[in-house]
Every structure is written in C-alpha cells, then in structure tokens.
C-alpha cells in the first residue's frame, strides 16, 4: 500500500505570496492532519480534517488554511507569507478521527521564504 | 494539559552498546503514547506505541519502551546501537483522548561513532 505522499517537496515564494501545498492520504485513510516543523519551535500541530470538515485547529493566525476532498485528499493554504514561515510541513493521515489510531506521516514539503 | 519533555537533546553512543533516550510525560488521563524517528530529510516513522495495553513495547529495528506510570516516563531503549539508528527522536504524546492533534517533544538526536 502506497504511504502519504506530499507535493511539491519543494518550494521557494517571496515574501507577500500565498500557497499551496497537498497531501495524498494512505487508501481508506479518511483523516489528514498538518503539522510545521521549525528549528525553534519544533513540531506544531496546524489542523486536522476529517470527511471533509475541519475537527481541530492549533494555535496558528488565520493565513493558514485548509480543506479536505471528498476523495480525502488535502491541500493546505499560507497566505501572505512571512519569513518564519519558512519550514517542512508534513502531513500525516489516519483511518479514522476521534480514535487513538497511529498517524502516518508523508516526506514533507520543504517551504522557503525569501 | 499533556506535554512531553525529552531530557536529552542530544545523545552519542558507539557503535554496539546499549541505546537510551529519555522521555517524561504529563497526562490528566491515561494516554497514547508514540516514539517517532526522522531521519535527515525524511518524514517521520513511528517506532512503537503505547496504548494502555501491555507497559512494554516492542518496536521495529529492535527498540523498546517501556510505560511507567508511577515514573511518568516512557524511555527508548536499544540493546545495541547500529550506525544506521543516527537521527532525530521523538517522544509524542495525544493532545486528547480522541487522539486528535499529537504533542510532540523537542527531539533527541542520536549520533553513532564507530
């Protein structure tokens, strides 16, 4: 069975641009989560989507975003973009929300801001 | 509130000797925990989990942990360190009991000398 994938794995935007980035959950995963991972403030839960509705958000502004496809596959949004925003973004998928089931993760997607 | 604290940031051991990275945590119920290993410019795999059944864990590639609630810890261990173990690891603990968002510890890196 084919893991998480993420696309691009890399990216280089200016400062002020918005993006795009997607996430291919494992087959029969329905849950997909997104997670940052900086230096300094390690790694950061961002959101997670689940049958295409939003069940959780971390303790980020409002320039990210998310959604979820009815065939579970995500994309997440950073809008006006700033230099801390420069990180890996993974995503992990899982089969179901509201369990304690494992969360797989994909390579991540490696974010530059200039 | 859960959190994680991993006592070592970094760890070195040679090649053949025993492996231990440190982890407490802190729970207001009883929780999953998981240890993550990342290797350079790799996404995340899950080593092992704990899910409240047995208190030792075993994982793949030959590290353990094992649950101590009277200790709140849930150190990793390896009989014997092999060059190929060098990377970051993570202690992760679920934010809530439907496992929603994962909190994850600050990391310790391995480093395996010959």
């Known amino acids: 069975k084919a893991g998480v994938t993420q696309t691009p794995r890399y990216l280089i935007k200016t400062r002020g641009q918005q993006v795009t980035l997607s996430c291919s959950p494992i087959s029969g995963h329905r849950s997909v989560s997104w997670y940052q991972q900086t230096p300094g403030q390690g790694l950061q839960f961002l959101f997670e989507y689940f049958s295409e509705t939003q069940r959780n958000k971390g303790n980020f502004p409002g320039r990210f975003s998310g959604r979820q496809f009815s065939n579970s596959r995500s994309e997440m949004n950073v809008s006006t973009l700033e230099l801390g925003d420069s990180a890996l973004y993974l995503c992990a998928s899982r089969v179901a929300s509201g369990t304690q089931e494992t969360q797989y993760f994909g390579p991540g997607t490696r974010l530059l801001v200039l | 509130a859960q959190s994680v604290t991993q006592l070592d940031s970094h760890v070195s051991v040679s090649e053949g000797t025993p492996v231990l990275l440190r982890c407490n945590y802190s729970?207001?119920?009883?929780?999953?925990l998981f240890w993550y290993v990342q290797h350079p410019n790799k996404g995340l795999q899950l080593l092992l989990k704990?899910?409240?059944?047995?208190?030792l864990v075993k994982g793949i590639n030959g590290f353990e942990a094992e649950f101590k609630k009277s200790e709140t810890s849930f150190h990793l261990t390896k009989p014997s360190a092999h060059m190929s173990d060098a990377a970051e690891y993570f202690c992760v603990v679920t934010r809530n009991q439907a496992g929603t968002a994962l909190i994850f510890g600050k990391g310790t890196t391995l480093s395996v000398s010959s």
């Open positions: 729970s207001s119920y009883s929780p999953s």
């Open positions: 704990y899910t409240s059944a047995a208190t």
